[in-house]
Each structure stands twice: as structure tokens, then as C-alpha cells.
């Protein structure tokens, strides 16, 4: 790893090497990407097949292909803003980093780049493989999430279509060079899921899911489907496999109902015993319990000294959080119940697509099982501070609870994005037990006249 990172910013390739990392102009470019720009000196990946790695064999020299990646890396205020951009937008519905380990990574990364790029880097990113991947897929996925005018605006002269179109292709080629998917690395791992899912396009099921294949099997091969625990890991890293697997299963469940197939995980219950992911907030994973109390009754006192500066209540008694609920994330906590009504889809579909004919015993536990999933969605729903009950329509203009529970005055940024996210939160958890619902009745509707349709309607 650190000969690749010792490459300078300025250096050129070998003949040998120019021939195997530039495209041939005498032979002439695919259609789909003959108008694309290139990346570096890289030929562009086509994102209409999702699973394009350069072979090893080929001749290419991996020690040429980050340096080259590098060259045309945007400046480090446009990468901030993408990278920001992902934690606002991305990382809340996709939670598989632990951003505070990340955060030092990115730090070390730009402590030595470009200008130290000649002396031996942070510990922290030569002994991480995946670093690059990681790097380049979260900057695309956070430029997925800005405006075409915010792309334009910091980038002058490109639109976005071309920065994604080359992030997407410094992701993919930072891949190939770290050997993924032949020694694949979480991190690596986590860069290839962020950006194949970014990818996803519902009306073509097949095509757009097929890295799941390729996504199972790695997390199996690295023992994801078994949890971390098991093997004396660190919180942290136990946290991260967790993420990951879930985050796999999940999608693999979604593939399955919007293909009408299996799911690839196999049906067996038994055939993992990975833990739920963790509600707390990342930067309390990891720290002792005596740590995370103190934490937390530091953010509840912060918290109220903000509300007795803020608007007054008029003498109305206001909720007061408890401690928990400041060291739980509502993204973490939207996280947890989509796993969950992963598990319950998982089991619905399995039964569903079963060759054995279903009977009335078989409904009931279906159906008590999605009325569970419900009584455990409201409590989490119940647990995510809101102005008013958004998941009900009702949203005040102001709400002398919420501000309280999430330690800002209303009127700061802060505040807004949390209004609006935890809203949000509260709905989407709203509709998991309707979705799961749908999914049970979907195959029954198919046939009025079926005898089990009364059954099924009792729920």
C-alpha cells in the first residue's frame, strides 16, 4: 500500500505501464462511453455494467492507477462540500461507515496530500487498502446528491454528469487496485456498496441488482453473516459488519420482491446469526458505559440550558428526554427498523415463494408476525423527537418539546435539518408495516376466489 501512496503527484508512467492504463486512440471507443471524458488517463467505466473490474492479468500495474487517480482530484474545498454533502443526504439512509473513523482517515488524507505526498503517510491510510475506494465512492455518492447547479457552481466548467461520471470511475479503478473483490477489505467493501447502490434503478430489478451477487458472497467469504462478536472484535468493527451485512440482506430482500425470485441469502433462519444494528450515535460506539452516561447528561444539560435561553412556553410543562434519547441517532434508529422489517419480509417472502402450499396456520403466524413488526416500529417511532406527529400530517410552526429534546433553538440550521429528517424518519417508519402488509396481500390478490383470502384479511 505504501508503494502506491509513495507514487509523486507529478510522476509518469513507464512505457509498459502508459500502454496498459491509457486508452489505445487508434481503437476506437465503445458507443456508450466514446463521449464520456476520460479519468486520469483512465478509460471511463460504463455504468451500464455494474461488475467491470480490470483484470490483474491484463498487465496493468495497480502502483500507476492511484497516483493517476489522484492527479485530478477536485480541490480539497469542492471534496468537503461533496463529503458533506454525503453525510447530509447519503449517509442517513445509507448508515455504513463510522464517520468519526472515517473523519480521520479523510483528516490524515489531506494532512498528506499533495503537497507531503513524497514522505511516508499516516498510519491511519497506509495500513487502511480500501482508503481510495472508500474516498472516491463516498465523493460520488455525495455529488449523486447535489444540485447539477451546485455541481456547476463549484466546479466550474463541468456539469455533473461529467464529475460523477469521473468520481464513479476513480471509485471503480481504486477497487481494481486495491485487489477487491479477490482480498477485499471492509472498507473496500463499503466503497463498492455505496456505489453500486447509488445505481440501483427500481424498473430494472435485474440488471441494476446484479452486484448483489457478487456483494453476498464477498460478505460471506469475509464472515459478515456471523457476528463480530464471536470473534473478540472491537465495538466499532463489530458495529461496521453489522451495518454491512444488514445493509446487503436488505437490498437482497428488496431484489426478491421487485424480481419475484428467491432471495439469495437462502431461506434457512440459521444461516446467519449477525447481531441488529446499533441505535446509538457514532461517536458513542465504542466508549465505555460510564463514558456514554456522561455524554449524555452533558448533551441533556446543554440541551436545557438552549431551551431556557429560547422562545418562552408560556408556563406549558414541555417533555423532558431522557438519556437515552440523546445517545441514539434517529437515522441509526430508522436504520434498525428497516432491518427489522427486513427479517419480517424475508420470512413473508421465503413462505410465499415456498413450492409447498400454504395454510390457514401459516397466515396467522404471518400475520401475527407483521402485527409485531408493527407494535415495534410505533416504539421507535415514538423515540424520534418530532414537531408534532408528522407520520399523522400534523407539523406545527413551532413546538416547545421538540426544540428541547434536540438541544438547538428552532431557528438554527441545525434545528431545520432535523425537523425535516426526523419528519421524514417517523413517516418512512410509518409505512414499513404497510409495505410489509402489501407484500403479504400482494399474492392473494392475484386470486380473489382463493379460500386462505378470508384468513388473510383478518389482519
Known amino acids: 500500500m505504501i508503494d502506491l501512496l509513495q507514487k509523486p503527484r507529478d510522476s509518469t508512467a ?10 489505445d486512440a487508434s481503437k476506437p471507443l465503445p458507443p456508450s462511453i466514446a463521449g464520456a471524458p476520460t479519468f486520469c488517463g483512465l478509460s471511463q467505466f460504463d455504468k451500464s455494467s455494474l461488475l467491470q473490474f480490470e483484470p490483474r492479468e491484463s498487465g496493468g500495474n495497480p502502483c500507476e492507477i492511484i497516483p493517476l487517480i489522484l492527479r485530478d482530484l477536485p480541490d480539497k474545498s469542492v471534496c468537503d462540500i461533496m463529503y458533506k454533502a454525503f453525510l447530509n443526504g447519503v449517509h442517513p439512509i445509507m448508515p455504513l461507515i463510522h464517520v468519526p473513523t472515517f473523519a480521520k482517515e479523510y483528516s490524515a488524507f489531506w494532512v498528506w496530500f499533495p ?15 480500501g482508503f481510495f475506494p472508500l474516498f472516491f465512492s463516498i465523493l460520488y455518492a455525495g455529488s449523486m446528491s447535489l444540485t447539477a447547479e451546485a455541481i456547476e457552481k463549484i466546479i466550474p466548467g ?6 460523477t461520471k469521473s468520481l464513479y470511475s476513480g471509485s471503480m479503478h481504486a477497487l481494481s487496485a486495491s485487489s477487491f473483490p479477490r482480498t477485499p477489505t471492509l472498507s473496500s467493501l463499503i466503497a463498492f456498496l455505496i456505489a453500486q447502490t447509488c445505481l440501483i434503478r427500481e424498473e430494472e430489478p435485474l440488471t441494476s441488482c446484479s452486484f448483489l451477487g457478487m456483494a453476498m458472497r464477498v460478505a460471506q467469504s469475509m464472515g459478515l453473516h456471523r457476528d463480530g462478536s464471536l470473534f473478540g472484535l472491537n465495538e466499532i468493527e463489530c458495529e461496521v459488519r453489522r451495518r454491512i451485512w444488514w445493509h446487503i440482506v436488505y437490498l437482497d430482500v428488496q431484489g426478491a420482491i421487485a424480481t419475484g425470485l428467491p432471495p439469495l441469502g437462502g431461506g ?4 446467519f446469526d449477525t447481531k441488529m444494528v446499533s441505535e446509538l450515535k457514532d461517536e458513542y460506539i465504542g466508549l465505555p458505559p460510564q463514558d456514554r452516561r456522561k455524554a449524555a447528561e452533558a448533551a441533556a444539560a446543554t440541551a436545557t440550558t438552549t431551551t431556557t435561553a429560547g422562545p418562552q412556553t408560556s408556563g406549558k410543562h414541555t417533555r423532558r428526554a431522557s438519556l437515552d434519547e440523546y ?22 417472502i421465503i413462505q410465499l415463494f415456498s413450492t409447498k402450499p400454504l395454510h390457514k396456520a401459516d397466515l396467522l403466524d404471518m400475520g401475527g408476525g407483521i402485527f409485531r413488526l ?11 423527537p418530532a414537531r408534532g406527529i408528522p407520520e399523522m400530517g400534523f407539523t406545527p410552526r413551532y413546538d416547545p418539546d421538540f426544540h428541547e429534546l434536540i438541544g438547538h433553538d428552532e431557528s438554527s440550521p441545525d434545528a431545520e435539518k432535523a425537523i425535516v429528517f426526523n419528519g421524514w ?21 392475484k386470486s380473489s376466489k382463493s379460500k386462505l383470502w378470508d384468513h388473510a384479511r383478518h389482519w
Open 115 to 129: 503537497n507531503n505526498i513524497r514522505s511516508m503517510p499516516d498510519p491511519t491510510l497506509s495500513e487502511n487498502h
Open 374 to 384: 408493527k407494535l415495534r416500529l410505533e416504539d421507535r417511532i415514538a423515540r424520534i
Open 425 to 445: 424518519a417517523r413517516i418512512m417508519l410509518s409505512m414499513f408495516a404497510d409495505r410489509t402488509f402489501g407484500v403479504f396481500y400482494q399474492s392473494f390478490l
Open 268 to 271: 434457512g433462519e440459521d444461516l
Open 14 to 23: 513507464s512505457g509498459t505501464s502508459s500502454k496498459s492504463t491509457t486508452p
Open 327 to 348: 445517545l441514539n441517532s434517529p437515522a441509526m434508529i430508522l436504520a434498525a427498523g428497516r432491518y427489522d422489517m427486513t427479517t419480517v419480509l424475508r420470512k413473508l
Open 158 to 163: 463541468q456539469t455533473k454528469m461529467e464529475v
